[in-house]
């Protein structure tokens, strides 16, 4: 892989959000223009002054549109450059990868960077929309769900790794009331180790409070080359690695304890932005965690923790808000909710104002430089990293 | 800019590809491709494009089958939802970012496949105030031809002009299941489906799998002697259908300003235009948005579009003849250029438009030096 060669130093200068709710009534280009808005508003830029826009959105069938792209491309592309880029669920991140190199390539010069979810319309339940993303005629007959197959992701990690369901439920404890802070939160609790045990089960080892919910909602990012940035902020943050994978269809034949993929996409960041020792040299991180265990599989594939032992990372506090490395600072999807693509547009957010001191009540506690959000998707299969300094 | 193409490869071209599924063709395509540029997918290629939708696919989440049969499993692969052109623009913005030296861009369809494909076209409109329950989604482009026809003084015949060429170029083309020689009485003559609009003057869809191999100046020369060089690129949108304007190619416009200024040619200087033609005013419309013609009108009834004209539009047939293979459309124009150039021809322009119901379109600039 050649990396880190001929690029322009690529800043973001604006994040927004909306809610993340169930059941929004807004359309989804409304949301979508509304974060827009907020990102264009903190940047201080208006739409006409944009050139390119990027859209992220996973499956159509969740808005019930297609051709996505196109029908998002309202909500700011209007007469510009637009397209939607697509990894299943790690098209969150994929999105600010996206415009990092429409930036970068010297082709554009400011980007809205746009991701949108709308679930919750989706009958008799969001989880239906995933009875077609498995293999037409080798799969789709057994009619899985995706709570089935992550369920034995789950179990093989705790069953390799020797953990417990106790030593992962204190994620969801953790982002739940890491959430509390963020206004923009869905599922924000305090909660014990007991009440997430005491959950109703889903699919064994998933309950319920080990899941994140359905939700709607939007993100978008403002990012541009570093000319425009240093004229509209004195703290911009820089993208300064980026990197994706995708693993084979076939999720049946994986060992799916370790992330594979996530770690070659990490790799390919890290030697981008010149990390070697990720747990030293990492700050803050935004690992994706649309189940609790997901979190700690993801902290190990970015090399994070060795091996099974992210668990006992945690449990020493290492991932705190005040801790070494706090993870999930915003709450992560546990906390605020999972409007796919938009929830991972809004870890890379979470970075962005760690980064810039902006936060807020999320803000940890110790000065941080380096952060990384990451996203993960398709058929347990693909991981989009980024990393980012101030 | 420059980034060269250094290997094709296609496969199928059929109305109907009975023994080969979507993933088949794929890997039957980019096997070609990467044979032709003489290289390893696994370890040469750095970044992988494949671009598809969800509703065409019929499935969810249809990145998932993406990896394995271009070779890009465990690499950088993502999807562009997207028509082949806007895939070969981000390739680029890979390439010239540093991100990779080699990049694929694959694209496919499998309309046969598709038992609805109005019904998926009536999804592609606003949820709440543009789906009207068209029997015929053809029925856009009907009045948009008439808003054309009237805007740019174009009669009913000088559609069949475009119909009767490109129909009768295609029969040099290995990949036109739809060429044949008709008069312009036999277009005229044929039933409407859509006023202005016959069956002649729609194109068919068509199954089909195209690979593009994309490198930089530098590693493509040390590929291949011959590599077609990509000079300027860009793809824009208008909007949505509510607010685009009808008769009017904007998203042509906007994208070929941009592809011009980065290839620094006018369009005075563009030697042959592989252009969409979906519907046979469709090319007249893109000529125009692509500033390739000052009068359409006076210059098809010259047979100026013809090979030996001032300048050949669609020289293998277009889509009219070829076939409309849904996302790949872009790319099966690229696949008529770059066979045209390595013909002798000097330079092209490729224009591509996303089809019903999106004013969405993209340019490739294409040259031998």
Same mark, same amino acid.
């Given at each position: 892989?050649?990396?880190?060669?001929?690029?322009?130093?690529?800043?973001?200068?604006?994040?927004?959000?909306?809610?993340?709710?169930?059941?929004?009534?807004?359309?989804?280009?409304?949301?979508?223009?509304?974060?827009?808005?907020?990102?264009?508003?903190?940047?201080?830029?208006?739409?006409?002054?944009?050139?390119?826009?990027?859209?992220?959105?996973?499956?159509?069938?969740?808005?019930?549109?297609?051709?996505?792209?196109?029908?998002?491309?309202?909500?700011?592309?209007?007469?510009?450059?637009?397209?939607?880029?697509?990894?299943?669920?790690?098209?969150?991140?994929?999105?600010?990868?996206?415009?990092?190199? %429409?930036?970068?390539?010297?082709?554009?010069?400011?980007?809205?960077?746009?991701?949108?979810?709308?679930?919750?319309?989706?009958?008799?339940?969001?989880?239906?929309?995933?009875?077609?993303?498995?293999?037409?005629?080798?799969?789709?007959?057994?009619?899985?769900?995706?709570?089935?197959?992550?369920?034995?992701?789950?179990?093989?990690?705790? %069953?390799?790794?020797?953990?417990?369901?106790?030593?992962?439920?204190?994620?969801?404890?953790?982002?739940?009331?890491?959430?509390?802070?963020?206004?923009?939160?869905?599922?924000?609790?305090?909660?014990?180790?007991?009440?997430?045990?005491?959950?109703?089960?889903?699919?064994?080892?998933?309950?319920?409070?080990?899941?994140?919910?359905?939700?709607?909602?939007?993100?978008?990012?403002?990012?541009?080359?570093?000319?425009?940035?240093?004229? %509209?902020?004195?703290?911009?943050?820089?993208?300064?690695?980026?990197?994706?994978?995708?693993?084979?269809?076939?999720?049946?034949?994986?060992?799916?304890?370790?992330?594979?993929?996530?770690?070659?996409?990490?790799?390919?960041?890290?030697?981008?932005?010149?990390?070697?020792?990720?747990?030293?040299?990492?700050?803050?991180?935004?690992?994706?965690?649309?189940?609790?265990?997901?979190?700690?599989?993801?902290?190990?594939?970015?090399?994070?923790?060795?091996?099974?032992?992210?668990?006992?990372?945690?449990?020493?506090?290492?991932?705190?808000?005040?801790?070494?490395?706090?993870?999930?600072?915003?709450?992560?999807?546990?906390?605020?909710?999972?409007?796919?693509?938009?929830?991972?547009?809004?870890?890379?957010?979470?970075?962005?104002?760690?980064?810039?001191?902006?936060?807020?009540?999320?803000?940890?506690?110790?000065?941080? %430089?380096?952060?990384?959000?990451?996203?993960?998707?398709?058929?347990?299969?693909?991981?989009?990293?980024?990393?980012?300094?101030? | 800019?420059?980034?060269?193409?250094?290997?094709?490869?296609?496969?199928?071209?059929? /109305?109907?590809?009975?023994?080969?599924?979507?993933?088949?063709?794929?890997?039957?395509?980019?096997?070609?491709?990467?044979?032709?540029?003489?290289?390893?997918?696994?370890?040469?290629?750095?970044?992988?494009?494949?671009?598809?939708?969800?509703?065409?696919?019929?499935?969810?989440?249809?990145?998932?089958?993406?990896?394995?049969?271009?070779?890009?499993?465990?690499?950088?692969?993502?999807?562009?939802?997207?028509?082949?052109?806007?895939?070969?623009?981000?390739?680029?913005?890979?390439?010239?970012?540093?991100?990779?030296?080699?990049?694929?861009?694959?694209?496919?369809?499998? /309309?046969?496949?598709?038992?609805?494909?109005?019904?998926?076209?009536?999804?592609?409109?606003?949820?709440?105030?543009?789906?009207?329950?068209?029997?015929?989604?053809?029925?856009?482009?009907?009045?948009?031809?008439?808003?054309?026809?009237?805007?740019?003084?174009?009669?009913?015949?000088?559609?069949?002009?475009?119909?009767?060429?490109?129909?009768?170029?295609?029969?040099?083309?290995?990949?036109?299941?739809?060429?044949?020689?008709?008069?312009?009485?036999?277009?005229?003559?044929?039933?409407?489906?859509?006023?202005?609009?016959?069956?002649?003057?729609?194109?068919?869809?068509?199954?089909?799998?195209?690979?593009?191999?994309?490198?930089?100046?530098?590693?493509?020369?040390?590929?291949?002697?011959?590599?077609?060089?990509?000079?300027?690129?860009?793809?824009?949108?208008?909007?949505?259908?509510?607010?685009?304007?009808?008769?009017?190619?904007?998203?042509?416009?906007?994208?070929?300003?941009?592809?011009?200024?980065?290839?620094?040619?006018?369009?005075?200087?563009?030697?042959?235009?592989?252009?969409?033609?979906?519907?046979?005013?469709?090319?007249?419309?893109?000529?125009?948005?692509?500033?390739?013609?000052?009068?359409?009108?006076?210059?098809?009834?010259?047979?100026?579009?013809?090979?030996?004209?001032?300048?050949?539009?669609?020289?293998?047939?277009?889509?009219?003849?070829?076939?409309?293979?849904?996302?790949?459309?872009?790319?099966?124009?690229?696949?008529?250029?770059?066979?045209?150039?390595?013909?002798?021809?000097?330079?092209?322009?490729?224009?591509?438009?996303?089809?019903? /119901?999106?004013?969405?379109?993209?340019?490739?600039?294409?040259?031998?030096?």
């Amino acid at each position: 892989m050649k990396t880190n060669l001929n690029f322009r130093r690529v800043a973001v200068i604006g994040a927004g959000l909306t809610l993340f709710r169930r059941r929004m009534l807004e359309t989804p280009q409304e949301l979508a223009w509304e974060a827009s808005k907020a990102a264009l508003d903190e940047a201080g830029l208006d739409l006409k002054d944009i050139d390119c826009v990027v859209i992220g959105s996973a499956p159509d069938a969740f808005d019930g549109v297609h051709m996505k792209g196109e029908y998002l491309a309202h909500a700011g592309g209007v007469k510009k450059m637009v397209s939607r880029v697509f990894v299943g669920g790690a098209t969150g991140v994929m999105v600010p990868i996206s415009a990092w190199y %429409h930036v970068a390539s010297g082709l554009c010069e400011k980007v809205l960077a746009i991701a949108e979810e709308k679930m919750s319309p989706a009958r008799p339940h969001p989880q239906s929309v995933f009875k077609y993303i498995w293999d037409p005629i080798t799969e789709k007959p057994l009619n899985p769900n995706l709570i089935w197959i992550f369920a034995m992701e789950m179990h093989r990690y705790m %069953h390799v790794n020797k953990i417990s369901k106790e030593e992962i439920a204190l994620v969801s404890v953790k982002n739940k009331r890491n959430a509390l802070n963020n206004p923009y939160a869905q599922a924000a609790a305090n909660l014990t180790v007991d009440d997430i045990l005491n959950s109703e089960v889903l699919v064994w080892p998933v309950q319920r409070l080990d899941t994140s919910p359905v939700s709607d909602g939007a993100a978008a990012m403002v990012i541009t080359s570093e000319d425009v940035a240093r004229r %509209h902020t004195d703290t911009p943050v820089w993208i300064e690695g980026v990197g994706w994978a995708l693993d084979n269809t076939e999720w049946i034949q994986r060992d799916l304890y370790y992330p594979r993929y996530l770690e070659y996409a990490a790799r390919m960041a890290y030697r981008m932005a010149g990390i070697e020792n990720p747990f030293k040299e990492i700050d803050v991180i935004e690992p994706y965690d649309p189940f609790d265990y997901k979190e700690l599989h993801h902290i190990e594939g970015l090399m994070i923790a060795k091996r099974g032992d992210a668990p006992k990372l945690l449990k020493e506090g290492v991932f705190d808000i005040d801790g070494d490395i706090p993870s999930s600072p915003s709450g992560g999807l546990l906390g605020v909710g999972n409007p796919i693509a938009a929830a991972g547009l809004m870890k890379t957010i979470s970075i962005y104002w760690q980064l810039k001191g902006t936060a807020g009540k999320m803000q940890v506690k110790k000065p941080v %430089h380096t952060g990384l959000a990451q996203a993960w998707g398709d058929l347990m299969q693909a991981s989009t990293v980024v990393v980012m300094r101030n | 800019m420059k980034i060269g193409i250094i290997g094709v490869g296609w496969y199928g071209f059929k /109305p109907s590809i009975k023994d080969s599924s979507f993933r088949e063709m794929m890997f039957e395509a980019s096997t070609r491709a990467y044979e032709e540029a003489n290289i390893n997918p696994r370890t040469d290629v750095d970044t992988f494009i494949s671009c598809q939708e969800d509703f065409w696919e019929g499935i969810s989440i249809s990145d998932e089958f993406a990896p394995d049969p271009i070779g890009g499993a465990m690499r950088p692969t993502m999807t562009v939802t997207g028509d082949g052109i806007q895939g070969i623009v981000h390739g680029i913005m890979h390439i010239s970012s540093g991100l990779s030296n080699i990049t694929t861009v694959e694209a496919h369809a499998k /309309p046969s496949d598709i038992l609805s494909l109005n019904h998926i076209i009536e999804f592609g409109h606003d949820p709440i105030y543009g789906r009207i329950g068209a029997k015929n989604c053809n029925f856009l482009a009907g009045l948009e031809a008439v808003k054309y026809m009237q805007k740019s003084k174009i009669e009913r015949e000088d559609l069949a002009y475009v119909v009767a060429k490109n129909k009768e170029l295609g029969l040099k083309n290995p990949r036109a299941s739809f060429a044949s020689k008709l008069s312009i009485d036999d277009v005229m003559n044929s039933e409407y489906v859509v006023y202005p609009l016959t069956e002649l003057d729609i194109s068919r869809y068509v199954d089909g799998a195209i690979v593009i191999v994309l490198a930089s100046e530098e590693v493509a020369r040390k590929y291949t002697d011959t590599p077609i060089w990509i000079t300027g690129a860009s793809f824009a949108s208008d909007s949505t259908l509510e607010l685009s304007e009808l008769g009017e190619a904007n998203y042509l416009k906007i994208a070929s300003k941009k592809a011009y200024q980065m290839a620094k040619i006018n369009p005075k200087q563009i030697k042959s235009a592989f252009i969409d033609d979906t519907y046979s005013y469709k090319e007249l419309e893109h000529i125009e948005a692509l500033g390739l013609s000052q009068n359409v009108k006076e210059d098809l009834r010259e047979g100026q579009f013809y090979p030996g004209g001032k300048i050949p539009v669609n020289p293998l047939g277009g889509l009219l003849s070829v076939g409309r293979p849904l996302e790949a459309s872009g790319l099966s124009l690229l696949l008529d250029a770059i066979s045209y150039l390595r013909d002798g021809e000097e330079n092209a322009i490729v224009g591509s438009w996303r089809g019903i /119901p999106t004013f969405t379109g993209g340019v490739l600039v294409v040259s031998r030096k």
